[in-house]
């Protein structure tokens, strides 16, 4: 998932590999598409064991630069290393805030999984503690009359919930067992720089 709008990286160019025009899939050992026909690929070909760079841009059009880290020739996982936007903000535990290139803010994992989710990029406010992440947006910023909506990132599932409506956030807190933030500030104010 895109770190800074939630849409899906359909596909990540890879270097550092075999160099052989070969398509890899997250945790299967043998190559899942010849890409060039007229290449002869030998047929036991492996991924190199560590980390190789990626490259991937999502259906928004944000880049996004990661690496696939490789063991026993499987690509096991993938760690978000930056966006379009520069690097990330540290939040707690693997939660990084973005500043997209519009000047608006996101936040995701830097080691996606099954279950993480992304906060847009839209944040209007952010709090945080050691058991939670706190970001809320407008759900229309031209129009004072809209409510504010929340997002409720839960640090040790690694999961994002939201978005929740403006009158619920206690009660989502508090059903999963997460302490509120004490202080909120405007992202901004946290010294991301671009």
């Not at 994002?160 to 807190?173: K, N, T």
Request: hydrophobic share 40%.
């Amino acid at each position: 998932m895109c770190p800074l709008c939630g849409a899906g990286i359909p596909e990540w160019e890879g270097y550092g590999g075999p160099g052989a025009f070969l398509a890899f899939r997250q945790g299967e050992a043998a190559p899942v598409e010849r890409r060039l026909a007229s290449q002869e690929a030998p047929e036991d070909v492996t991924l190199p064991a560590g980390r190789l760079p990626l490259f991937g841009r999502c259906a928004q059009q944000h880049s996004t630069m990661a690496e696939a880290v490789v063991s026993e020739g499987v690509w096991r996982h993938t760690e978000i290393v930056d966006t379009e936007g520069g690097d990330g903000l540290p939040l707690v535990g693997p939660w990084v805030m973005w500043r997209a290139t519009n000047g608006r803010f996101g936040v995701s994992t830097l080691a996606p999984t099954a279950a993480q989710g992304v906060v847009p990029a839209s944040i209007t406010a952010i709090g945080f503690n050691e058991s939670c992440i706190l970001a809320t947006r407008r759900t229309d910023t031209r129009d004072p009359a809209f409510e504010d909506e929340w997002f409720l990132v839960d640090v040790g599932e690694i999961q994002v919930v939201g978005p929740v409506p403006d009158g619920e956030v206690a009660e989502a807190l508090s059903e999963r067992g997460l302490t509120e933030p004490a202080i909120m500030k405007l992202p901004e104010d946290l010294g991301l720089r671009r």
